[in-house]
């Protein structure tokens, strides 16, 4: 099984090196990171499975950086902090993250911290994959009972010969259904727009 992928950002490079020490004996493999500018700099490198993220770090704090960590790389959060402040753990659970743990962190306690987290992310993943086939098929569908609808009018078929002849069009092209009825949709919308242009201008 291969070893989940950490990334830790502390600015306290004692706690870093603690850390990045513990989790790598524990079978993880870590990179570090100094601030949260850096912690994003890995991340576009090389995307974790999971960020581990101090809260206050300078340069980048944490929150910022999971912000961009999450927006750019679709990567999970953890976050460390030595304060208990529930504004900030109020403003870690709006911003996505997996999990808030306050210093000082017992390796015991981290470990199925992280696991949880990594299963969360990867689930939310899951979940926004799945959510985004769901929205393009209900796309394609649309555009293709549209690019019927128009082949129906034009030609003035029955909607079942209407659908042969757009499948038989995109067979001959050698392209996906939704894309050939995409492309017909596109070009009626072209001839409309040129043709309400021709009668503007035949009113001058």
């Known amino acids: 099984m291969t070893a989940a992928r950490l990334l830790i950002a502390d600015?306290?490079?004692i706690i870093l090196a603690t850390l990045a020490e513990d989790l790598s004996e524990q079978g993880y493999s870590v990179?570090?990171?100094?601030?949260?500018?850096e912690a994003l700099a890995a991340?576009?490198?090389d995307a974790p499975?999971?960020?581990i993220l101090d809260i206050r770090m300078p340069v980048m704090g944490g929150i910022d950086a999971a912000r961009l960590i999450r927006a750019e790389c679709d990567t999970a959060t953890l976050f460390l902090s030595a304060y208990s402040d529930r504004d900030l753990v109020e403003l870690a659970v709006a911003e996505g993250a997996q999990g808030y743990l306050v210093k000082p962190i017992t390796i015991e306690k981290l470990t199925p911290a992280i696991d949880a987290a990594i299963a969360r992310g990867r689930e939310l993943r899951e979940a926004k994959?799945?959510?985004s086939h769901m929205t393009q098929a209900l796309q394609a569908k649309r555009e293709?009972?549209?690019?019927?609808?128009?082949?129906?009018?034009?030609?003035?078929?029955n909607r079942e010969h209407a659908f042969e002849v757009?499948?038989?069009l995109a067979r001959s092209r050698n392209r996906k259904l939704a894309d050939i009825a995409g492309a017909l949709v596109e070009c009626s919308e072209l001839f409309t727009d040129a043709q309400q242009i021709s009668l503007e201008l035949r009113g001058k």
């Not at 990179?31 to 500018?37: H, I």
């Open 166 to 168: 757009l499948r038989r």
């Open 49 to 51: 499975d999971l960020a």
């Open 31 to 37: 990179r570090t990171a100094s601030n949260g500018e």
């Open 11 to 13: 600015d306290d490079r």
């Open 144 to 157: 293709v009972d549209i690019a019927v609808g128009l082949l129906l009018e034009r030609f003035n078929l």
């Open 129 to 131: 994959m799945a959510q």
């Open 43 to 45: 991340c576009r490198q």
